[in-house]
């Protein structure tokens, strides 16, 4: 195999660049026949309406439902300020407070969920000034029974001991658990000879403070008949009253298998 011969080439060397003089000790005049640049400014934008678009009923009815079944974890003991976001009230809407109660916990921290029908009842206040049109908001959840065993007062976890009857936790028996009839007071709220209840159709109502939303504890409704029913002449006892003080401490779970 020949080689081929091999030429170095010397690359040429280049002439030194140009040393730019500093900005200020030279004044640079450019002949007249050189086009300057010019500004130009933008014509102002017209001005206009952002289009509302058109939300499909559908997506915000969705959106609705996920959010309805969110524990709340937070109470406001003290009152909150509202901020008016849209719209005004009027300077004639009457002054007073609107009361909401509802399941306001779903899932505890250690991985079981009840249904919405047995959370925690959570009791709301909406109180309107329209006068000056302020809205002041109070939360607070109804210490039941079945609050006081399932949360923590240290620490405010919550552990679903007890399922309800709508409900069965995770690693629970559908049978044996005879403590279903949990009261959570979940279902409504009822103002009533200047008290305040929360009220749920299997038990008795929880009676609170109007204006600090504490629980004062739990009404017996049949007691405090009986006792009315005594001073105006004694009380009668019939077949429902016993079937009643029967049927109590089993729905109740006092009777542990």
Same mark, same amino acid.
């Given at each position: 195999?020949?080689?081929?011969?091999?030429?170095?080439?010397?690359?040429?060397?280049?002439?030194?660049?140009?040393?730019?003089?500093?900005?200020?000790?030279?004044?640079?005049?450019?002949?007249?026949?050189?086009?300057?640049?010019?500004?130009?400014?933008?014509?102002?934008?017209?001005?206009?309406?952002?289009?509302?678009?058109?939300?499909?009923?559908?997506?915000?009815? =969705?959106?609705? =439902?996920?959010?309805?079944?969110?524990?709340?974890?937070?109470?406001?003991?003290?009152?909150?300020?509202?901020?008016?976001?849209?719209?005004?009230?009027?300077?004639?809407?009457?002054?007073?407070?609107?009361?909401?109660?509802?399941?306001?916990?779903?899932?505890?921290?250690?991985?079981?969920?009840?249904?919405?029908?047995?959370?925690?009842?959570?009791?709301?206040?909406?109180?309107?000034?329209?006068?000056?049109?302020?809205?002041?908001?109070?939360?607070? =959840?109804?210490?039941?029974?079945?609050?006081?065993?399932?949360?923590?007062?240290?620490?405010?976890?919550?552990?679903?001991?007890?399922?309800?009857?709508?409900?069965?936790?995770?690693?629970?028996?559908?049978?044996?658990?005879?403590?279903?009839?949990?009261?959570?007071?979940?279902?409504?709220?009822?103002? /009533?000879?200047?008290?305040?209840?929360?009220? /749920?159709?299997?038990?008795?109502?929880?009676?609170?403070?109007?204006?600090?939303?504490?629980?004062?504890?739990?009404?017996?409704?049949?007691?405090?008949?009986?006792?009315?029913?005594?001073?105006?002449?004694?009380?009668?006892?019939?077949? /429902?009253?016993?079937?009643?003080?029967?049927?109590?401490?089993?729905?109740?779970?006092? =009777?542990?298998?």
């Amino acid at each position: 195999m020949q080689a081929k011969t091999y030429h170095s080439t010397i690359p040429p060397k280049l002439p030194p660049p140009a040393k730019i003089p500093p900005p200020g000790k030279h004044n640079i005049s450019l002949p007249s026949n050189v086009p300057r640049a010019i500004s130009i400014t933008a014509p102002p934008t017209p001005s206009h309406e952002v289009p509302i678009l058109d939300v499909d009923d559908t997506v915000t009815a =969705y959106w609705d =439902y996920q959010f309805l079944f969110v524990s709340q974890r937070a109470e406001a003991a003290e009152p909150i300020n509202l901020r008016l976001v849209e719209g005004e009230i009027p300077l004639d809407f009457p002054s007073g407070t609107y009361y909401l109660t509802g399941p306001g916990l779903f899932s505890d921290d250690h991985g079981s969920t009840v249904h919405p029908l047995d959370g925690h009842g959570y009791l709301r206040a909406f109180t309107i000034d329209g006068t000056n049109g302020q809205v002041k908001f109070m939360a607070r =959840y109804i210490q039941t029974e079945a609050q006081s065993e399932e949360r923590d007062p240290v620490t405010g976890k919550w552990r679903f001991t007890h399922r309800g009857p709508f409900s069965v936790l995770k690693g629970g028996k559908m049978v044996g658990n005879t403590k279903v009839m949990k009261n959570v007071a979940n279902t409504s709220v009822l103002r /009533w000879g200047g008290r305040l209840f929360c009220l /749920w159709e299997g038990g008795d109502p929880y009676e609170l403070e109007s204006g600090t939303l504490d629980t004062v504890g739990k009404f017996d409704v049949i007691k405090d008949d009986r006792e009315k029913m005594s001073d105006v002449g004694g009380l009668k006892v019939d077949v /429902w009253d016993v079937a009643a003080e029967i049927l109590k401490p089993i729905l109740y779970g006092k =009777y542990k298998s």
